[in-house]
Each structure stands twice: as C-alpha cells, then as structure tokens.
Antibody, heavy 118, light 108 residues
Framework: QITLKESGPTLVKPTQTLTLTCSFSGFSLSDNFMGVAWIRQPPGKALEWLALIYWNDDNKYSPSLKGRLTITKDTSRNQVVLTMTDVDPMDTATYYC??????????WGQGTLVTVSS | EIVLTQSPGTLSLSPGERATLSCRASQTVGNDYLAWYQQKPGQAPRLLIYDASTRATGIPDRFSGSGSGTDFTLSISRLEPEDFAVYYCHQYAYSPLAFGGGTKVEIK
C-alpha cells in the first residue's frame, strides 16, 4: 500500500523560505519511473501543479514559480523536500505531494495547510 | 503550455441522474494523457480516470471517460449520494503539467 504524508510549518511570514517534506512508503525513488510531485490548492480554488522529481534526479518545475522552487529527494529516507523562497500571502494553500509514475499522479497525501501572514 | 477549460462550473443534479462534465484543452493532449480526479471537501483528490478512458483501481463502472485530442468528457451514469463533489481534469502529456479549474457537481 502506498502512503504519503506532508509535513512542515503551518504559518510562515512573508519573504521567508518555506520548506515542506513529503514522507512516503510503499515504493522507492530508486526504482525506475517512480516520481513524487507537489501540487497546491489555495482555499476554495483549483489545483496548481508545482514540481516533480524522478528516480533518476530529473525534475520539472512550474514556469510561473520556477525561480522560487527547489525539489530534492533523499532516497534512503523515503523523503522528498520542496523549498519555496520569498513566500507571499498568495502562497497560502494546502500543499499536497503525490506518488507519480510516468507523469501520472496516482496517490496523494492528505495535504498540509500553509498560511503566509505577518 | 496547455490550458484546460472545464465546463460547466457547477452542475446541479439529483441522485440517479446522469452527469456529463467537459474538459477542453488549448492544444492537443498527446497520447490522450488526460486524467480525471474527484475531490470531496477536506480531502485530497482521488484518481478516477487516466489515459482519457481507463478507470483507476477500485473505481465503480458508473464512471467513464471519453474523448481525444482536445475534447474530453467524464460521465457518471447514475449519480450516487457520494458522487457529489468537485471534479478536475489534468493533462500529463507535456510539461508543465496542468489542471482544469474544476466542475462542482451539487445536489439539486
């Protein structure tokens, strides 16, 4: 059974750096074609795709956020970390990580709500 | 960059009725790599359909996907009480990946 869980701060101040961790089980990022993606959802709004990292360290980023995002993996700890710099209140959202094969997001974590406010 | 437009924004139907949701892409979605997700309040999205028409594991057969190229449809043959939710389409053919704006299926 594949499970994922997001963790990180619930409140961040504007201009700070946000670091989120996705801890997962049931698959390994050392296996071919495995990946983990990050997607967010502002309150009451639609889903927004952010970033994706693969077993071979290839990664993809949303062009609108590319300069602010970094995605990394720790295969031995079964974790993926997303870092977002210079956060703004517009970054307030529930952040999800998802198990990805090919580019299809098959199983999602429960999400973590991050509020950006001074 | 592909933009996905879903319609209608809200669909008001009664249990037992048929629901038809549309997703239109601004460019051809290669290999019909189009998925549909269901999201209920306070929950994460759940994968329903991938490759435009393949049901994910455990998804009831009242859910079906169709379409190709730029026009895709999610149909729910007979709405059950648990089907009232928001539905998102998602293209995973090209980077950047993208989601549609969602269709809310509400009880009439």
């Amino acid at each position: 059974q594949i499970t994922l869980k997001e963790s990180g701060p619930t409140l961040v101040k504007p201009t700070q750096t946000l670091t989120l961790t996705c801890s997962f089980s049931g698959f390994s990022l050392s296996d071919n074609f495995m990946g983990v993606a990050w997607i967010r959802q502002p309150p009451g709004k639609a889903l927004e795709w952010l970033a994706l990292i693969y077993w071979n360290d290839d990664n993809k980023y949303s062009p609108s956020l590319k300069g602010r995002l970094t995605i990394t993996k720790d295969t031995s700890r079964n974790q993926v970390v997303l870092t977002m710099t210079d956060v703004d209140p517009m970054d307030t959202a529930t952040y999800y990580c998802a198990h990805t094969t090919g580019w299809l997001h098959r199983t999602w974590g429960q999400g973590t709500l991050v509020t950006v406010s001074s | 960059e592909i933009v996905l437009t879903q319609s209608p924004g809200t669909l008001s139907l009664s249990p037992g009725e048929r629901a038809t949701l549309s997703c239109r892409a601004s460019q051809t979605v290669g290999n019909d790599y189009l998925a549909w997700y269901q999201q209920k309040p306070g929950q994460a999205p759940r994968l329903l359909i991938y490759d435009a028409s393949t049901r994910a594991t455990g998804i009831p057969d009242r859910f079906s996907g169709s379409g190709s190229g730029t026009d895709f449809t999610l149909s729910i043959s007979r709405l059950e009480p648990e089907d009232f939710a928001v539905y998102y389409c998602h293209q995973y053919a090209y980077s950047p990946l993208a989601f549609g704006g969602g269709t809310k299926v509400e009880i009439k």
